[in-house]
């Protein structure tokens, strides 16, 4: 398996939005649930969301949902997180990984296979 590889974090004020690419060049992403992790400074790995391998089933942690959105392209391979009213606390480095499993409601990183180096997203207060 090839790592998928992140992109779009950056530095954004609070209330501010950024939506962020996961892009796979190996096509068995599309067969299986893939997911977000985040880890901020000093604390452990904690998961985000994730989107079953059709993309009907989305799952989120308490702490995003209803300001995070998770989505998928399999045609391009790619999944996304589009991210609003972002708050200082979503401050992490942000992680994607393909799961082992077509989907799964457990959010435990052992279910994870394939993961990307992160991309830093940085929310000003």
């Known amino acids: 398996q090839v790592a998928p590889v992140e992109s779009g974090g950056g530095l954004v004020p609070a209330g501010g939005s950024l939506r962020l690419s996961c892009a796979a060049s190996?096509?068995?992403?599309?067969?299986?649930?893939t997911g977000w992790f985040r880890q901020a400074p000093g604390k452990e790995p904690e998961f985000v969301a994730a989107i079953s391998a059709s993309g009907i089933r989305e799952y989120y942690a308490d702490s995003v949902k209803g300001r995070f959105t998770v989505s998928r392209d399999n045609a391009k391979n790619t999944m996304y997180l589009q991210m609003n009213s972002l708050k200082a606390e979503d401050t992490a480095v942000y992680y994607c990984?393909?799961?082992?499993?077509?989907?799964?409601?457990?959010?435990?990183?052992?279910?994870?296979?394939?993961w990307g180096q992160g991309t830093q997203v940085t929310v000003s207060s």
């Open positions: 990984a393909q799961s082992r499993r077509v989907y799964t409601s457990s959010r435990n990183r052992s279910e994870y296979a394939s």
């Open positions: 190996d096509r068995t992403f599309r067969n299986y649930q």
